[in-house]
């Protein structure tokens, strides 16, 4: 959902890049899970501002700025029974990470490291060892994500 990028003043506020759609609605859970290195702790959210470039929480337990900024670097995440349903047609981006990727000549393009959010589009990143495809996540490239097979089918070749 984001992550910490460092302390925000010296009561314990931390500063908070989200990689959410809205990047406010963050504030919409009250749990979060900080994790860093596979260690994971859930911290309840006091209060949270939106400023211009990020946002600033106040985190339960953390009153001072070392202690805010020892956080630095963790993962944000909130438990997925928290998280909206979906309609059709609808992923979560960790839903789509670790795909493979194919195209309609049963091709292998790779799989699925990354999304990325271009404001027009999303897009998937695709490598294959050392190769890294971009390609746009709309209907004329994306033909079918199959979630139990966690498999892609794009109309896009090797050479592209």
């Known amino acids: 959902m984001g992550y910490i990028s460092g302390a925000f003043g010296i009561h314990g506020w931390v500063n908070v890049v989200a990689d959410t ?4 609605s963050l504030f919409d859970y009250q749990t979060w899970w900080l994790g860093r290195d596979g260690q994971w702790q859930a911290y309840q959210l006091d209060k949270g501002q939106a400023h211009a470039k990020k946002l600033a929480a106040k985190l339960d337990g953390i009153a001072d700025r070392d202690v805010a ?6 993962v944000i995440a909130v438990p997925r029974s928290a998280m909206p349903e979906l309609g059709e047609d609808e992923f979560y981006w960790a839903d789509l990470v670790g795909m493979s990727v194919v195209n ?7 799989t699925v490291a990354n999304l990325l959010s271009t404001g027009a589009n999303d897009v998937l990143v695709v490598r294959d060892g050392q190769d890294e495809r971009l390609l746009p996540f709309v209907s004329a490239v ?16 090797l050479d592209y």
């Open 21 to 24: 759609e809205y990047a406010d």
């Open 142 to 157: 994306v033909l079918t994500v199959d979630k139990t097979e966690k498999l892609i089918t794009v109309d896009w070749g």
């Open 104 to 110: 309609t000549r049963s091709e292998v393009l790779g």
């Open 69 to 74: 900024h020892a956080l630095r670097g963790c």
